[in-house]
């Protein structure tokens, strides 16, 4: 038992109930902040079984004064940065909501450390989107950003206000530039889950077809449960750094659809149809990450496959979705 206490934004996000449940099991005490004037997201706590083991405290990350209070009552010794508005097709439409909250509201939670908790090791939650137009055939460390949307943009200011506060007042403070990364807990919102949603109601005769934009754009994807145990790996380190968390491995989103429908024995050309509604302003075409250092350095290397996340998504939908239908039956 460690016996340490973690604080935690966006603990009802996708990240934020697998790396809680792996700090419950390593026996931290794990404190989630909670803004209430969001909706009741903790269906994701308890599917993993752990809603009644957080302790949650009210905050928001645009309010600096709560965050300040949720420091000192939580007394972390680690603080994990995981919330944000994390669609990038919102983005467009909420430029400055996303400014606020991905990337200014990194400056609050680094500032109330700085000031009231120094001795805490802090987390920022960074993306491969900053990476956008890409610079380099596989992304790294080293890699030049690019970002391609407001969302990528916001980001790289919390990235780099994180070095910033490492570098000038010696916080340790780590930043994980993380790939894209799925789960059963996916947002319906995002594309991979948007399709195993789709494929699953398809199989059950509640839907005729599946309905995207650019099919042909590349990503590293890879599974959430494994790369929460990443960002704990890099608060256990002498020195804070910024770590590339990916699988090195690309796929389009055709082939992932194809996956998908495969895996319920579907032909995907019998139901996907191309809608331009669904094309980004600016598209990101192809993402890759090196997580070398992270091998290296973390000793971390990804252990579940596209396959296999893509096929446990399609499985946690088809329970969804005949649970579903089973209610709509005996209502």
Known sequence: MSGKSALITGITGQDGPYLAKLLLDKGYRVHGLIARRASDNQWRL????????????????????????????????EFYNLAAQSFVAASWDQPLLTATVNGLAVTHCLEALRQFSPHTRFYQASTS?????????????????????????????????????????????????????????????????????????IKLGSQRELRLGNIDAKRDWGFAGDYVEAMWLML????????????????????????????????MDDYLVIDPKFFRPAEVEVLLGNPAKARAKLGWAPKTSLEQLIGAMVDADLRRVAAELQARVTA
């Not at 993993?48 to 010794?77: H, M, Q």
């Not at 910024?242 to 389009?252: L, S």
């Open 236 to 267: 256990q380190q002498d020195q804070a750094d910024d770590y590339v968390i990916a699988t090195g491995v690309t796929t389009t989103v055709r082939d992932m659809c194809r996956i998908a429908f495969r895996h319920v024995d579907l032909e």
């Open 46 to 77: 308890r599917e993993l079984g752990i809603a009644g083991e957080i302790k949650f405290i009210d905050g928001d990350l645009t309010d600096a004064s709560s965050l300040i209070r949720a420091v000192n009552l939580a007394k972390p010794d």
């Open 129 to 201: 989107e900053m990476f956008g137009l890409i610079q380099a055939e596989r992304q790294d460390e080293k890699t030049p950003f690019y970002p391609r949307s407001p969302y990528g943009v916001a980001k790289l200011y919390g990235h780099w206000i994180t070095v910033n506060y490492r570098e000038s007042f010696g916080l340790h403070a780590s930043s994980g530039i993380l790939f894209n990364h799925e789960s059963p807990l996916r947002g319906i919102e995002f594309v991979t889950r948007k399709v195993t949603d789709a494929v699953a109601r």
